[in-house]
């Protein structure tokens, strides 16, 4: 594991390079609330030197511990808090999401920064086909979302790019499970989309949060 302790060293550089703060977003690759933020607090030091210069974050995590930074965010008015889900499924999150917070704690963290006046939303996806795309796991996710004040309700679909196919076969085989979906082939993946869109929208349907779905396909 490689975690970097000097972060909020170099954050702090380069901060003092910057001639007008802007949006930051945190993150999109690697999340910065894993377990292990628990104890070294470097996503937190980090979102308090944002806030000091006039940044404004948007953070998107599927880790309740963001709850602990609560006071932080609801300091400043510009923060922007999002949970991303894929699952109601405790089977299905274990083997997606092994060191992810349960989803049900992810909607409380939710509800909890609603409380204090901040805005959320939420994440959905990647939808993994025949596993989370299902019209079950969609209507369970928006039947938990009913009564959030939710900004927007973002959905993307699996990426099929390079490397994902093969990491996702050795995942699912060591869970017992396999791949048996016919959109494997990257040229039909046009055609699911469209099924996942209009799935995904009567979903949203069903839990009167149609208006807050945006696709990111």
Do not use: H
Not at 15 to 43: H, N, T
Not at 130 to 148: H, Q, R, S, V
């Amino acid at each position: 594991m490689d975690i970097k302790v000097n972060a909020p060293w170099a954050l702090a550089r380069d901060i003092r390079k910057c001639k007008r703060p802007g949006a930051v977003f945190m993150s999109s690759v690697c999340d910065g609330w894993q377990p292990i933020e628990a104890k070294y607090k470097l996503s937190r030091a980090c979102l308090k030197l944002l806030l000091e210069a006039g940044f404004q974050p948007d953070i998107l995590t599927k880790s309740s511990l963001v709850l602990r930074d609560l006071d932080l965010i609801a300091a400043y008015k510009t923060p922007k808090l999002s949970l991303t889900l894929t699952t109601m499924d405790l089977g299905l999150k274990r083997l997606f999401e092994p060191y992810a917070s349960d989803s049900k704690e992810r909607i409380l963290a939710l509800r909890k920064a609603q409380e204090k006046g901040i805005e959320i939303g939420v994440f959905l996806g990647p939808l993994v086909p025949e596993y989370t795309d299902t019209p079950a796991n969609l209507a369970a996710i928006f039947g938990a979302l009913k009564g959030l004040n939710l900004a927007q309700i973002y959905v993307d679909r699996l990426n099929l790019r390079w490397g994902v196919l093969g990491t996702l076969k050795k995942g699912l085989a060591a869970g017992g499970k396999q791949i048996a979906w016919k959109c494997q082939n990257p040229a039909k993946y046009s055609s699911y989309s469209r099924q996942l869109k209009n799935r995904t929208l009567e979903a949203a349907a069903q839990a009167r949060l149609l208006n807050k779905v945006k696709f990111c396909f």
